[in-house]
Nanobody, 116 residues
Framework: QVQLVESGGGLVQPGGSLRLSCAASGFTFSNKFMRWYRQAPGKERELVAHISSGGGTTNYADSVKGRFTISRDNAKKTVYLQMNSLKPEDTAVYYC?????????WGQGTQVTVSS
């Protein structure tokens, strides 16, 4: 079955960096766009970044442009989110997502907390 497993979250000071990973299984990873979303307490889930199946096209929310980089390794079936210059407002649970036909699949999420 489809599985998405995120890792790499944690507590970091403002200005710091983290790299999130999402390991995928159960589908043909190299054929699918992949997305990172986040959800802060009391807020709706928002799209942070997405990457095309081959990795050649990426897109970012305005709030993270220039600070976050999405990438993928199709051989490892893993998508990454490199987060630099982190701000307190980046605090959220981060989820990776894949859409297969009409269905959305989500990982369990990984908590990112940016605080001094």
């Amino acid at each position: 079955q489809v599985q998405l497993v995120e890792s790499g979250g944690g507590l970091v000071q403002p200005g710091g960096s983290l790299r999130l990973s999402c390991a995928a299984s159960g589908f043909t990873f190299s054929n699918k766009f992949m997305r990172w979303y986040r959800q802060a307490p009391g807020k709706e889930r928002e799209l942070v970044a997405h990457i095309s199946s081959g990795g050649g096209t990426t897109n970012y929310a305005d709030s993270v442009k220039g600070r976050f980089t999405i990438s993928r390794d199709n051989a490892k079936k893993t998508v990454y989110l490199q987060m630099n210059s982190l701000k307190p407002e980046d605090t959220a649970v981060y989820y990776c997502n894949s859409r297969l036909g009409p269905n959305d699949y989500w990982g369990q999420g990984t908590q990112v907390t940016v605080s001094s």
